[in-house]
Nanobody, 123 residues
Framework: QVQLVESGGGLVQAGGSLRLSCAAS????????MGWFRQAPGKEREFVAA????????YYAASVKGRFTISRDNAKNTVYLQMNSLKPEDTAVYYC????????????????WGQGTQVTVSS
C-alpha cells in the first residue's frame, strides 16, 4: 500500500508556472506507475499525465502536451508535475495517483490517490 500527499498548488497568473509534488510513503515506490489527474468544478476528473515505474515512458493529455512535464525521483519517493504557460482552463484540483497495473491514462486503473492540491490560474 502507498500513501500520497500532494503539494505545490496555489494561485498563479495566466502564463505563469507551478511545480506540483507528490510524496509517497513506503519502500516500493519504484514499483508503481504514477499519474496526475485533475478535476474542475462541475466537471469529471480527467487525465493529465502519467509516468512509468522507471520514468522512461510518459504520456500526456493533448490539452497539456508541450506545457506540462511529469517526472519522478525514485530515491526521494516523489513524482512531479511541472506546469508552464498556465491557462485559466487549467484551474482545478490536481490529484496524484499510483498503480501497479502499468502506466495508464484511465482513472480506474489507479488504486491509490492523494487528497489533491488546488491550482487556480487567473486571467
Amino acid at each position: 500500500q502507498v500513501q500520497l500527499v500532494e503539494s505545490g498548488g496555489g494561485l498563479v497568473q495566466a502564463g505563469g508556472s507551478l511545480r506540483l509534488s507528490c510524496a509517497a510513503s513506503g519502500r516500493t515506490f519504484s514499483t508503481y506507475a504514477m499519474g496526475w489527474f485533475r478535476q474542475a468544478p462541475g466537471k469529471e476528473r480527467e487525465f493529465v499525465a502519467a509516468i512509468s515505474e522507471n520514468g522512461e515512458v510518459a504520456y500526456y493529455a493533448a490539452s497539456v502536451k508541450g506545457r506540462f512535464t511529469i517526472s519522478r525521483d525514485n530515491a526521494k519517493n516523489t513524482v512531479y508535475l511541472q506546469m508552464n504557460s498556465l491557462k485559466p482552463e487549467d484551474t482545478a484540483v490536481y490529484y496524484c495517483a499510483a498503480t501497479q497495473e502499468g502506466v495508464a491514462s484511465i482513472s480506474y486503473a489507479y488504486a491509490y490517490w492523494g487528497q489533491g492540491t488546488q491550482v487556480t490560474v487567473s486571467s
